[in-house]
RNA sequence: GUGCCUGUAGCUCAGUGGAUAGAGCGCUGGUCUCCGGAACCAGAGGUCGCGAGUUCGACUCUCGCCAGGCACGCCA
């Protein structure tokens, strides 16, 4: 491996070690920090060790930079040295990283970048989890490209990684999604009266499908049906039909489930129950005003939370706890949900939880998603949950297609709000930030191919000539690839999709640049060669990128 | 009222203690005899919401304001 970073680093230690000893100066430093200029004539890395050790030394920045300088044994990688501004110290390197970075991509190939940072341990990531109430809407698609693309990045950085879907088929939802179906049955079977709409109920024409379906499997026979009967007959079809619906969306959407978990389930296992009983045993557990308290101030919440209304029926919160309860048995080593950002003020309540059950509320973490406004020519498209008109994620998919959705939803911060403007996301030219990373990638495959049939033979064994890469086209793209580690690292540890999504960007401007400026195909043998060594490592790196984005590589568009 | 998130170029956003704050879109002007012009280059455009503080150094950390969003149920 070539770890430029690290050789600089352990050239600095030495020298800076070397020279407190001389002066008489603890040893205990801080983290030599090293980065990469931005500007150009900066040099290729530089530190800023001589300003944070200034002190120490009681000497000027600069002046001590010059003694750390002077100190610095031949290396060769290190062109030349050079002191700059207040005191950093600049290093410019011989090409030498850039044939290493390459034959590192080429060897590596897709493993090319992988922490190891999961080493092997277990995550669970929870996702999308939309009641089966209703069609999967633009907020649930956000979550399901964040929770689906992060799932990505944390196996590639070396974590067994569950994804799985929390199914909320429990409760007091479903009897009304059972009603409202009902009463859309009788409506259209021409009783409106015997069957009135629940005043909360749901509005969706996807009702009315839902009914229409049952009209012709089932012709008139379910209007005879007792009332008890046919509630639970008339919540468990819709309930059913609609995950399967959920189910079919997200697979075209690219989001495959490990597990479908079943609230429900917790019920009939009896969980809950248990839960609250081992909470109960545990003394954070009390009965007032006839309903069952578990005792969340204990831990980091600001109030008491409900677990066994005074009716006897828990609370969404009590299958909860008894849900990341049995998260937790399975042995994962972290818990990941993903949220609408809405749910944020439930976060203490589940962290005390997690730890009145005496796990490790540390282990367990929660990603908010912030919601996405959704524009058509620059104008906000007006979006009603509670009347039923909303645009769908499968509508957008018809529209734009799921490259460029799963790319939209996660260019962002999740934490922040979306602008998702559909014109934009299905325009095919330069303006949309999807087909220019695909382009670039289609241009590399396409200048691989042309050079094969020109018969030129590509061996990365037999090297290559680093000093034919001379412009700064070229160091930049690949001073760019060799960052490639570090995002990634970033993107797993901060659990950041917008970092890959930037990074393929910004990868993809450069090839575009370095294609343009550098003429490949047809130059001298050297020159040549090192460039297709050069444009097919960032082709092996952006064909990564968009793995883990769960986006096409197309060869060709 | 309390808590959380956000405030950076005309617009959408990167940037979690370092040098002259970046990118895309939009605007202005350029670039192909040639490997894919769905591309590239250049220019204009900023009191980083406001004000203090910490620091050699602050868009970044702390505190206080201002503005927008969200949450504060025996709903889910």
Known sequence: MSDIKGILNDIIQEALTGLCRDNDIETNFPEIILERPKRQGQGDWATNVALQMARNFNLPPRELARMLVERLPENEHIQKVEIAGPGFINFFLTNRWIRDIVGDILSS???????DLGKDRDVQVEFVSANPTGPLHVGHGRGAAVGDITANILSFAGWNVQREYYVNDAGLQMDILGRSTRARYFELAGLPEKAPFPEDGYKGDYIYDLAKELLEEKGVSLLEMAIEDSLSYFRDYASGHILNSIKKDLEGFGVKFDRWFSEKSLYDNHLVMQTVNYL???GYVYEEEGAIWFRSTAFEDEKDRVLIRANGVPTYFASDVAYHKEKFDRGFDRVIDVWGADHHGYIPRVRSAIAALGKNP????????????LLRGG???AMSTRAGEFITLKDVLDEVGVDATRYFFVMRRSDSHLDFDLDLAKRQSTDNPVYYIQY????ICSVLKEADTRGITLNIEEGFD????????EKRMAARMSAFPEEVEKAALEMAPHVIANYALELAGDFHSFYNSCRILGESDGIMKARLFLAEAAGILLATNLRLLGISAPERM
């Open 280 to 282: 109960k045993d545990k």
């Open 109 to 115: 190939n897709d493993a090319y970048g992988r922490p």
């Open 379 to 381: 104008e906000q498209i």
């Open 440 to 443: 670039a990638h289609a241009r």
């Open 466 to 473: 680093e000093e034919a890469l001379s412009t700064p086209e």
């Open 362 to 373: 540390d282990a367990f973490s929660v990603f908010l998603i912030q919601f996405v406004n």
